[in-house]
Structures are given as C-alpha cells and as structure tokens.
C-alpha cells in the first residue's frame, strides 16, 4: 500500500453516529462501531466544566453531590442542551482521532435524525457536529438508517415496513424505491416505558425507585403480551412513608400493565401509518411482514403483540440495537451513491 492511501485510509477517519436519546453509537470507517456508550454527561455546575461522558456519567446518575449535575441532553430524539449535546459530540469525535497525528484533517460526520423533525431542530444537530469538529455533516432519518441496517431492499419497488422503537421516539415508515412513502413519528419509546414504571412503583408500593433501576426492572420481567410463564424481580427502593430502604417483589403482569399506555401508543402509530399506506404497498407489508428495531424492540413479546393487533407477520431484526448506526455507516460507505436519502448541510 502506498504511503499516500495509508494515509488516507487511517486519517481521514469518516464517523456515522447514531446520536440517541438514551445511547450513542459511533462506526469509524473502515474499523465498525468502536463507542457504543449513554448519551449522559455529568457537569459541574459552578465551573460548568464536563467531568465524565458516556459510561462514566450513567454510573454517577443519582449518585452525585449537589454542585454536579447529571444531563440527558438528548430529549425525544431532539437536542434539549446545545452546548452539552456539543461537548458530548466532541468527546466522541476526539476518541475516534489518531493522537499521534494532532494534524490529522476532520471528518466528515453522518448523523441520525428523527423522520418528525422541524428544520430548525435538524439544523441544531448540524451546528452542534459541525462545532465538535466534523469537517462536513450529512444529516439521515432514522427510519431509512434502520431499513438499511436491518438489510431491507430500500431500492426496489416493493413496500418495507420499519419500526425503530428508540429511547426517546418511535419511528414508523413504510420505504419503497429509496425513500420514505408514509412516515409517523412519535416521541415515545424505551425512557416512556421507564417512566410509566417509576410512576407505578410508586403508585402501588409507595417506593421511590430511580430511572436505572426502572430500566432493570423492564429489561428482566417487561413484556407486552402474557408470557407462557410469568416473571418476578426484587426490587430495591425508598420508602416514601419511612425513608428507609425497602426490598419487594414485583411480577411481570403489573409491569406489563404499567407499560400498556405507551404500549399502545406504539400499536396506535403502527396501525395509522399501515392506514396511510397504499395498497399496493400494503399487499407486500402483508407478503413480507414488519420489521423491528431499535432497542425498544427487544421488549418480551412485543412482536407476539404486534402480530395480534395487526394481523400481519412482524420480525426483530437480528441487530435491532445497532440497526441504526450500521444504516447510516452503510451511507457513509456509498454516500455517492445514497446521497439522495441524506440531507446535505454543507
């Protein structure tokens, strides 16, 4: 290999980023996805300096003193704090640099968008990766990111139908002939299940319980339809009568009665962009079958569910988590050729 094409290959080290409400995920070109960490920072709030991103910050989330503070700022997809939301990004981006070569030119970035966002929300995102250091940013909606991760023919003239169940929203499309024919998008996903889970705790035990522990909780016994054998965790939590730490068992027919609003809320867009779709697409929806992503994806039984409310066959993709970030990797590979599925922003 010449000089020159090492040099090409190793330092202009092009990302696609999956930037999530509750994870981010980075792919390097030519190395796969090397970050997969929370979308969390912790911040001191009298110097506003950053002291942990990722991984470190979620393991001080409701753990830390008063003068730091833990941030989500992701919120339903969208940036809720722009210069949190840049350090973070710049954080990622440095990680990924060689550091023997300081010199090394920038890269180009593409970034993951809901399909229901506003312009103005689209151009935070592209101010913020172009802040953090990004030589140039492409801007994919995460529906046709997810079709493309989850393998499905986006280029022919036939009807795919993709639910990316994230942290922060649901994204609903029906894709035919590279790009997007009917789209819904709701800002409810995995962080809404959590808190219906909190809010029930709290409802019938009369236990305060955090969004971690929430997260524990759904990730063991959660499901959206009876289980042949039902399940039961110990759960921790603070009493609110008391004060005192207090240890109980919770099934997995509560929870999952906990979580029908949101449930539902996702059975609801499923079945209104099914509504919307044109028949002939319908038929190959109904010939193929609806593919599931994302982590919300994994929830028990969802896809059991899913065939009931809709009469129709439903898949879990084999990478439902990282669906997403392969897509958009995958854009960044050919972004010649899949220009037209990416916004350009400069």
Request: hydrophobic fraction near 45%.
């Amino acid at each position: 290999m010449s000089v020159v094409r090492w040099f090409k290959n190793r330092l202009f080290c092009d990302l696609a980023i999956d930037l999530g409400t509750a994870n981010t995920l980075v792919y390097l070109k030519g190395k796969g996805i090397i970050i997969q960490e929370p979308s969390i920072v912790v911040v001191n709030k009298q110097s506003g300096k950053v002291e942990a991103v990722g991984g470190r910050a979620k393991d001080m989330l409701g753990k830390t003193p008063t003068n730091i503070l833990a941030i989500k700022p992701m919120q339903d997809g969208v940036i809720a704090d722009f210069e949190v939301t840049e350090a973070m990004l710049r954080y990622f981006i440095n990680k990924t640099r060689v550091k023997r070569f300081p010199w090394q030119p920038k890269p180009r970035v593409v970034v993951c968008v809901p399909s229901g966002v506003t312009e103005v929300e689209k151009r935070a995102v592209f101010e913020a990766t172009m802040q953090a250091g990004a030589r140039s940013a492409y801007l994919i909606e995460e529906p046709m990111a997810a079709a493309i991760g989850a393998g499905l023919p986006i280029q022919e003239p036939t009807g795919n139908m993709v639910v990316d169940i994230g942290g922060g929203t649901t994204e609903v499309a029906v894709i035919s002939l590279g790009g997007i024919v009917v789209a819904q998008s709701i800002r409810i996903g995995g962080d809404e299940f959590d808190e219906a889970i909190i809010t029930h705790i709290k409802k019938e035990y009369n236990v305060l319980i955090g969004e971690r522990t929430a997260e524990e909780i759904k990730f063991e016994i959660g499901s959206a339809y009876p289980l042949s054998e039902e399940l039961d965790v110990e759960v921790r939590g603070r009493d609110l009568m008391t004060g005192l730490p207090r240890t109980f068992q919770v099934s997995s027919e509560e929870i999952r009665m906990a979580i029908e609003e949101p449930t539902l809320a996702i059975i609801q867009a499923i079945k209104g962009t099914l509504e919307k779709t044109p028949p002939e697409l319908s038929s190959d929806i109904m010939e193929y079958g609806i593919v599931l992503t994302g982590g919300g994806a994994l929830l028990r039984a969802l896809d059991e569910r899913l065939r009931m409310e809709t009469g129709m066959p439903v898949h879990v993709s084999e990478n439902a988590l990282i669906n997403v970030v392969l897509g958009s990797a995958q854009a960044l590979e050919e972004i010649d050729v899949l220009k037209k599925v990416l916004t350009v922003s400069r």
